[in-house]
């Protein structure tokens, strides 16, 4: 692993089911690897860490999103905002009431929680959310968790979009490139097939291309200096940006601005892997068995939007963002069967807004053209986009 940070050890051992997939997947990550040509300089073929990242997660039938291990929630991987209370989605259509009447279409709906939230909360939803999912086995799980919801999924992006386009942790979960600082040049992590697995390969950035590009202006050249960089994301929100005729995207996600993201003493990048509600820094390991994710850069996906046209409504912590659409209004009104009920509630709540949880590190981006930008102006009270 090049990140010099520390991979926790004492991870729990895969199951014999777990490790049985685990080299079904490993298998078809060094056929990939083995189709690549090598670089007559190189001994051997590689392929670029986003291309492992997406096999890894996404591998039809193999990778971590596309076969049938459950990742979300606590019997899971790790718990998402949807997953930890209902007041997420409820609040989520509170502050979008003014354009939801043209739709929604949710990126990455995992396990459906946040749909079938909001349809409760907001019923006219009924029959105006749609979904676009790359995971066929999430896709399955969310058909059966919202039966009878009148959520309709589609295949492709379409060709033009209305209404609210809304991505919750999604952009974390495309695959992205590493890049290191090394003899005073940009290199691309790489990945190799090695006797015990697979072991990274470091090529340098010598072309002209957007990778090099993009990691000379954002990445201090300071020796040793590694981060990711997601052209993938980045790309994906160019297109709903240039599809988009009159409404918003927002994307919540982790994350920080440019300045943060690629502050000097952040040096080993944000790369982590999550297996079991535990945290290491070794995509190589339990690949196929665990998330892989990067936090996002707000301000490349900021730029990619307005780059196509787009306005930028807001940008805030999730902590800002949930209070000043009405949370605690929401949490408030909401009755509870027992006292035990209402402390989960709240304890819940706690979770989404403390600055030690998920309120400060989460953000929520919200940009968009056409009658929604002064429809939604309302949150441009709280926007914090001069930090981008
Ligand atoms: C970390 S999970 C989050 C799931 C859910 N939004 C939540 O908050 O609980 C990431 C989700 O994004 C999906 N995904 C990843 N890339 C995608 C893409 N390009 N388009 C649509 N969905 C995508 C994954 O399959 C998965 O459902």
Redesign the pocket.
Known sequence: MPAPRPVVSGLPAPTPDEAAHGARLCAHLRECIARETPLASEPEATIGFADFMHEAL?APGLGY?AAGAT??GAAGDFV????LSPLFAATLTDAFAPIMDEGVLE?????G??ARDAIAAAPSLDGRWRV????AD?RERQRGALEGAGVVWLDALPERLRGLVL????L???ACEIVRHHDGRYEQARVAVAEAGFAWRWRPLTDDGPLLAAAQVRMPPIAGYQSEINLRAEA?VATLAERLDDGALCFIDYGFPRREYYHPERGAGTLACHYRQRVHFDPLQRVGLQ?I?AHVDFTAIAEAAVDAGLQVICYATQAQFLLHAGLLGRLERQTFASERERALAIGAVQKLLSPAEMGELFKVLVVGRGEAVAKLGALSAFDQSYRL
Do not use: M
Not at 80 to 83: F, G, H, K, R, S
Not at 107 to 111: D, K, P, V, Y
């Open positions: 996404y999103y990742k979300l998402t905002a949807p997953e990126l990455g709906a995992g396990s929680r946040l676009l999912e790359v995971s999430l991505g919750n942790e999604v974390d979960a495309i994906l998330d994710t």
